[in-house]
């Protein structure tokens, strides 16, 4: 129920949003190997400077690997220059359920937490911390999360630094 208020609390109007879909493969903990796919939500930020996007919103990523798979809901922050290299940065709050053999985790255990991650150009990192569920004689109670890998925008549409002018029809 608090996961759906926050989802809800998180997403702007839908004819407002505009959507950044990713994906990426990573190396780290708990999930070791794992494969990523998520969608950035947001607006752009109106300003002064020229020549580059900046937008805000919620993120939602799902991820699935070797050791674990995790569902991660928080907010982004992306800038896409014109010529030069894309940043885009996330705070996510995230429940990761582990399998047989995680790295550094409790195998077949849940834990929650806070992760937050920074990209730049395809470069992607992240750390976190976490906290296991359950009650649990062996593995970590409270697990340090960390990855390294890479993070690709699906599609190739950039959005324009500046938004068409609307017209009113008078």
């Known amino acids: 129920m608090c996961l759906g208020l926050l989802v809800c609390g998180l997403f702007p109007g839908a004819a407002h949003a505009k959507a950044f879909p990713y994906w990426g493969v990573s190396f780290g903990t708990p999930e070791r190997t794992a494969a990523h796919l998520g969608v950035s939500f947001g607006r752009d ?24 798979g995790s569902l991660g809901v928080g907010r982004s922050l992306l800038i896409l220059p014109e010529d030069s290299i894309r940043v885009y940065a996330d705070v ?45 004689t062996r593995g970590a109670n409270v697990l340090f999360t960390w990855g390294a890998g890479i993070q690709i925008r699906i599609g190739s549409r950039r959005p324009s630094a500046h938004p068409p002018e609307v017209n009113s029809g008078r």
Not at 45 to 66: K, L, N, Q, R, W
Not at 102 to 112: D, G, I, K, L
């Open 45 to 68: 930020i109106p300003g002064d400077a020229e020549g580059f996007a900046i937008g805000t919103g919620p993120v939602v990523e799902v991820s699935a690997g070797m050791g674990g």
């Open 92 to 136: 996510k709050a995230v429940a990761t359920r582990t399998w047989d053999k995680p790295r550094a985790a409790s195998p077949h255990a849940t834990y929650v937490g806070i992760e937050g991650g920074l990209s730049v150009a395809f470069v992607r990192l992240n750390v976190g911390v976490a906290k296991r569920v359950e009650q649990k």
